[in-house]
Protein backbone atom coordinates (compact mmCIF):
# COMPACT_ATOMS: atom_id res chain seq x y z
CA UNK A 1 0.00 0.00 0.00
CA UNK A 2 0.94 3.24 -0.87
CA UNK A 3 2.01 5.81 2.03
CA UNK A 4 -0.90 8.42 3.21
CA UNK A 5 -0.94 11.80 4.54
CA UNK A 6 -3.79 13.22 5.86
CA UNK A 7 -5.87 10.62 4.85
CA UNK A 8 -4.38 11.51 1.50
CA UNK A 9 -1.97 9.16 -1.02
CA UNK A 10 1.17 10.25 -1.67
CA UNK A 11 2.15 10.96 -5.15
CA UNK A 12 6.12 10.09 -5.14
CA UNK A 13 7.50 10.98 -8.74
CA UNK A 14 10.24 9.09 -10.24
CA UNK A 15 12.78 7.99 -8.52
CA UNK A 16 14.22 9.66 -4.98
CA UNK A 17 17.11 12.07 -5.88
CA UNK A 18 17.81 14.74 -8.90
CA UNK A 19 14.83 12.83 -10.86
CA UNK A 20 11.79 13.45 -7.72
CA UNK A 21 13.42 16.91 -7.07
CA UNK A 22 13.36 18.25 -10.99
CA UNK A 23 9.79 16.28 -11.47
CA UNK A 24 8.27 18.08 -8.38
CA UNK A 25 9.39 21.36 -9.62
CA UNK A 26 7.74 20.88 -12.95
CA UNK A 27 4.80 20.05 -11.11
CA UNK A 28 4.89 23.20 -8.59
CA UNK A 29 5.64 25.85 -11.63
CA UNK A 30 2.88 24.17 -13.46
CA UNK A 31 4.71 22.58 -15.83
CA UNK A 32 4.02 19.36 -15.68
CA UNK A 33 0.08 18.30 -15.46
CA UNK A 34 0.65 14.66 -16.35
CA UNK A 35 2.60 11.66 -15.03
CA UNK A 36 2.50 7.70 -16.45
CA UNK A 37 2.93 5.02 -13.83
CA UNK A 38 2.47 1.24 -14.83
CA UNK A 39 -1.04 -1.06 -13.98
CA UNK A 40 1.57 -3.91 -12.56
CA UNK A 41 2.69 -1.52 -10.03
CA UNK A 42 -0.78 -0.87 -8.71
CA UNK A 43 -1.58 -4.42 -8.79
CA UNK A 44 1.49 -5.08 -6.75
CA UNK A 45 0.89 -2.83 -4.31
CA UNK A 46 -2.80 -3.37 -4.59
CA UNK A 47 -3.71 -0.25 -5.01
CA UNK A 48 -6.94 0.97 -6.95
CA UNK A 49 -6.38 3.37 -9.92
CA UNK A 50 -7.05 7.32 -8.86
CA UNK A 51 -10.33 8.44 -9.49
CA UNK A 52 -11.13 12.51 -10.96
CA UNK A 53 -11.81 14.61 -8.15
CA UNK A 54 -9.09 12.33 -6.07
CA UNK A 55 -6.25 14.74 -4.28
CA UNK A 56 -3.02 13.56 -4.18
CA UNK A 57 -0.22 14.64 -1.58
CA UNK A 58 3.01 15.31 -4.12
CA UNK A 59 6.26 14.27 -1.85
CA UNK A 60 9.84 14.86 -1.74
CA UNK A 61 12.35 12.04 -0.68
CA UNK A 62 11.06 11.97 3.10
CA UNK A 63 8.29 11.35 2.14
CA UNK A 64 7.13 15.58 3.10
CA UNK A 65 4.30 16.79 1.46
CA UNK A 66 5.62 19.70 -0.85
CA UNK A 67 2.06 20.59 -2.58
CA UNK A 68 -1.51 18.79 -2.83
CA UNK A 69 -2.83 17.67 -6.91
CA UNK A 70 -6.19 17.19 -7.76
CA UNK A 71 -7.00 14.18 -10.43
CA UNK A 72 -8.20 15.73 -13.50
CA UNK A 73 -8.32 12.54 -15.73
CA UNK A 74 -7.32 8.83 -15.64
CA UNK A 75 -7.02 6.45 -18.66
CA UNK A 76 -5.13 3.11 -19.21
CA UNK A 77 -3.63 2.52 -22.22
CA UNK A 78 -0.99 0.35 -24.05
CA UNK A 79 2.57 1.73 -23.62
CA UNK A 80 2.45 1.83 -28.24
CA UNK A 81 -0.63 4.04 -27.17
CA UNK A 82 0.14 6.80 -24.94
CA UNK A 83 -0.87 9.96 -27.28
CA UNK A 84 1.37 12.63 -27.79
CA UNK A 85 -0.54 15.40 -26.23
CA UNK A 86 -0.57 13.04 -22.67
CA UNK A 87 3.06 12.69 -23.17
CA UNK A 88 3.69 16.36 -23.87
CA UNK A 89 1.55 17.53 -20.79
CA UNK A 90 4.06 15.35 -18.60
CA UNK A 91 6.28 18.47 -19.32
CA UNK A 92 9.83 16.72 -19.22
CA UNK A 93 11.09 18.33 -22.25
CA UNK A 94 10.31 15.33 -24.86
CA UNK A 95 10.26 16.46 -28.41
CA UNK A 96 8.34 13.41 -30.00
CA UNK A 97 6.35 10.49 -28.62
CA UNK A 98 9.07 8.70 -29.84
CA UNK A 99 11.69 10.44 -27.46
CA UNK A 100 8.87 9.98 -24.75
CA UNK A 101 8.50 6.37 -25.08
CA UNK A 102 12.25 5.64 -25.36
CA UNK A 103 12.67 7.56 -22.12
CA UNK A 104 10.21 6.20 -20.29
CA UNK A 105 11.11 2.81 -21.78
CA UNK A 106 14.50 3.13 -20.32
CA UNK A 107 13.64 4.32 -16.65
CA UNK A 108 10.94 1.41 -16.29
CA UNK A 109 14.10 -0.80 -17.72
CA UNK A 110 16.23 0.56 -15.32
CA UNK A 111 14.00 0.10 -12.66
CA UNK A 112 13.55 -3.50 -13.29
CA UNK A 113 10.57 -3.55 -15.00
CA UNK A 114 10.98 -3.68 -19.01
CA UNK A 115 7.78 -2.59 -20.95
CA UNK A 116 6.86 -3.39 -24.22
CA UNK A 117 3.78 -1.97 -26.94
CA UNK A 118 1.28 -4.30 -24.72
CA UNK A 119 2.26 -2.88 -21.49
CA UNK A 120 -0.65 -0.97 -19.40
CA UNK A 121 -0.03 2.21 -18.61
CA UNK A 122 -1.74 4.76 -16.44
CA UNK A 123 -2.15 7.68 -17.82
CA UNK A 124 -2.55 10.19 -15.07
CA UNK A 125 -3.69 13.69 -15.27
CA UNK A 126 -3.93 16.35 -12.63
CA UNK A 127 -3.75 20.13 -11.76
CA UNK A 128 -1.72 21.62 -8.73
CA UNK A 129 -4.20 23.30 -6.11
CA UNK A 130 -2.00 24.18 -3.20
CA UNK A 131 2.02 23.82 -2.23
CA UNK A 132 3.45 23.05 1.30
CA UNK A 133 1.02 23.93 3.85
CA UNK A 134 -1.58 22.06 5.10
CA UNK A 135 -3.10 18.73 3.00
CA UNK A 136 -6.67 20.49 3.01
CA UNK A 137 -9.24 18.20 1.10
Partial sequence: MWPRIGGLRA???GTPGELRTRLNTLVLSGVKTATAGLV???DDENEELEYVGERLVLVDDNDALVGVVEVTGV???RFADVPWDF???EGEGD???EEWREGHGAYWARQGTPVTDDTRIVCLRFRLVSTEGSVGT
Fill in 75 to 77: EVV
Fill in 87 to 89: ARA
Fill in 40 to 42: QEY
Fill in 11 to 13: LAL
Fill in 95 to 97: RSI
